[in-house]
């Protein structure tokens, strides 16, 4: 995002985790000293260090890059790949925790 573009207020983006797409809304919040611009996501599915990369994308697209590093869900199964899965909100979830987060939404009854 050049300088001159950034918005001064809340701008509604669309946020790209994993591929899913999350509406969001991110807050124009200030500059760090090396002029990066500082953005907080407010009304997302959003983990705090999550970062954003939102140059070279469509206006108001927005693609998580990375992620912190969570090791355990709040049960104390291990997050690796195949127990991590993403929800239709793009919340990250454990499998052995919810395992009914796989079936698909036509599958219920
Ligand atoms: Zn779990």
Redesign the pocket.
């Known amino acids: 995002m050049q300088l001159t573009d950034v918005p001064e207020g809340p701008t509604n983006v669309r946020i790209l985790r994993d591929g899913r797409e999350i509406p969001a809304e991110t807050v124009y919040t200030g500059r760090r000293p090396d002029g990066i611009a500082v953005f907080t996501v407010v009304n997302a599915a959003f983990i705090p260090g999550d970062q954003l990369q939102m140059d070279r994308m469509p206006a108001r697209t927005a693609v998580v890059v990375s992620s912190p590093k969570i090791d355990r869900?709040p049960?104390g199964?291990p997050m690796t790949t195949d127990n991590t899965g993403i929800d239709q909100h793009g919340y990250r979830y454990?499998k052995?925790?919810h395992p009914d987060q796989e079936k698909p939404a036509h599958d219920l009854d």
């Open positions: 869900c049960q199964h454990c052995t925790c």
